[in-house]
């Protein structure tokens, strides 16, 4: 499939300091240059999709962070800024004093027919959410997206643009975008708001979001779409899973919550009383998962696959790509003839083994001493990528430097330590670990299952003696499922104690 790209390149190698940009004009692959990065004393570097490069040993300097930010418009609340009428995005680091003192001068392209792969389903009419690892494309596939509707099918079509990304900087929108409209959002944490105001006062067929993340945004999406508006729009995570263990984004699939069932019904369904099961109609009638430029996973009944999943069935899941030749191929994921056992599903952090950590601003050797104390074998990630927890401190955590930020960006659960004790630490490692929570001899360990089955027990119990009891301690999210538990039950609940020996106690009023 034939791609036309516009990047503007010109634009942005134009604010860049002489110094900077010659050797950069003279890159062969400058046409594929992912970003500039600019750091107080230290050389500026250049970063294309397969190599980065050091331009000049020359650091920089304050004046080459002026010089930048004198030609580019004004940083807004989430520190990032753009050349107008370009989709170019410049972002600051700043210091503890608000001074910028580091750019990342990212290269952004309009790609013509990159939607191509999934144009039949943004045409349909049907809300679709867009998932994938940061810089992987959703914002381009999102832009493209709208001027195909505004412009091919002729829809009315209105784009919340938060940070400027996908209609570029400036009052006049990028002409990526077509005939589509764009509101932009004074700060980030508004951009729930101008949801709402888009489709109370501009009367759209069609909205457009970038990067939902929040409580209120999934809400205000949920609001629009329950209007009849189609929504197209991405957020934070990898896959439909990410996004159900996602306490902030789950309502975007319907949301999930614990069921107790009856003697019966449990027994007809083979599983114990207390399951997950999906809350309410998704946000979203299809995901689809990038999982690279010409590649995709989709789901064309959310709801259906998050009770697969939830019930550990495989669902009806389509995988799709493009050929050399630009061909789309569709191979639609097999059913098992007899579905599986229906289980509980577990959310990250609740594991039989513990998950891959990277720390980061975390004493290594004192965190090894903690593991060996408990003891625990460390399961330490090499990089980001390949972590499933990241743990660092409240100090670091504050100061959002820019490995903090990609593990957010990437979904990626973080511990915060308010210090470095070896307590903490301790803590941290029985937590992350709740299937070897101690019991009060010190030496049971109680799986999900075990955890949840005592809680009813308890809860039966407190019914006939109306003694208050107290259960064994817990991870956080196991304890929540108690107090559910003791809720559908009619009966009060409230945990104590600290971390690791924080539980649940179960009475009547």
């Not at 608000?98 to 750019?103: E, M």
């Not at 412009?151 to 589509?180: L, Q, Y």
Request: charged share 30%.
């Amino acid at each position: 499939m034939q791609k036309v790209t516009n990047n503007d390149l010109d634009a942005l190698l134009s604010i860049l300091p002489t110094h900077i940009r010659k050797p950069l004009n003279q890159q062969k692959d400058i046409t594929d240059l992912l970003e500039v990065v600019l750091d107080l004393g230290r050389p500026p570097e250049a970063r294309f999709p397969n190599r980065e490069i050091i331009l000049n040993p020359q650091e920089i300097i304050q004046e080459d962070i002026d010089y930048v930010t004198s030609r580019i418009s004004s940083f807004g609340g989430d520190n990032r800024a753009g050349i107008e009428r370009t989709l170019h995005r410049i972002s600051a680091i700043r210091n503890r004093k608000g001074k910028i003192v580091g750019l990342s001068c990212r290269v952004g392209r309009a790609v013509f027919g990159t939607i191509k792969i999934i144009e039949d389903l943004v045409q349909s009419g049907k809300s679709t959410l867009l998932l994938g690892k940061p810089g992987i494309g959703k914002t381009t596939m999102l832009r493209e997206a709208a001027r195909v509707l505004a412009d091919d099918m002729k829809k009315r079509v209105v784009i919340v643009d938060t940070s400027n990304e996908i209609a570029g900087d400036g009052d006049i929108p990028h002409p990526a975008i077509g005939h589509a409209r764009r509101m932009q959002v004074a700060t980030p944490s508004m951009q729930h708001a101008v949801m709402i105001e888009a489709v109370e006062n501009h009367m759209p067929e069609v909205v457009i979001i970038d990067e939902i993340g929040t409580e209120l945004e999934a809400q205000a999406a949920r609001t629009i779409a329950e209007r009849g508006v189609q929504l197209i729009g991405t957020a934070h995570g990898n896959t439909l899973e990410n996004v159900m263990l996602n306490p902030t984004l789950s309502d975007l699939v319907g949301g999930i919550q614990a069921v107790t069932l009856g003697d019966e019904e449990a027994k007809r369904r083979r599983t114990q009383k207390t399951i997950l099961e999906r809350k309410s109609p998704p946000t979203f009638d299809i995901v689809v998962e990038i999982q690279d430029r010409y590649r995709v996973a989709v789901h064309h009944d959310v709801a259906q696959a998050v009770d697969d999943t939830l019930r550990s069935q495989l669902s009806a899941t389509e995988t799709r790509w493009l050929d050399q030749n630009g061909k789309i191929s569709i191979k639609k994921q097999e059913l098992a003839k007899e579905p599986k056992e229906p289980v509980l599903i577990e959310p990250l952090g609740v594991q039989h083994d513990i998950p891959k950590i990277y720390p980061f601003g975390i004493n290594r050797v004192r965190l090894e001493q903690a593991a060996r104390d408990i003891p625990i074998t460390l399961n330490i990630a090499d990089s980001l990528n390949e972590a499933e927890l990241m743990i660092t401190s409240k100090s670091y955590y504050r100061r959002k430097p820019q490995k903090i930020r990609d593990a957010e960006a990437a979904s990626l659960p973080i511990y915060v330590l308010r210090k470095h004790s070896l307590t903490q630490l301790k803590q941290m490692l029985l937590t992350i670990q709740p299937t070897r929570v101690l019991g009060r001899d010190n030496n049971k360990k109680y799986t999900l299952d075990a955890a949840l089955k005592e809680a009813e027990e308890a809860a039966s119990r407190v019914r006939e003696d109306q003694q208050p009891i107290e259960l064994s301690p817990q991870s956080a999210y196991i304890r929540r499922l108690q107090h559910l538990i003791a809720e559908r039950n009619n009966l009060l609940s409230k945990s104590s104690g600290k971390e690791p020996s924080r539980r649940v106690r179960i009475y009547r009023e």
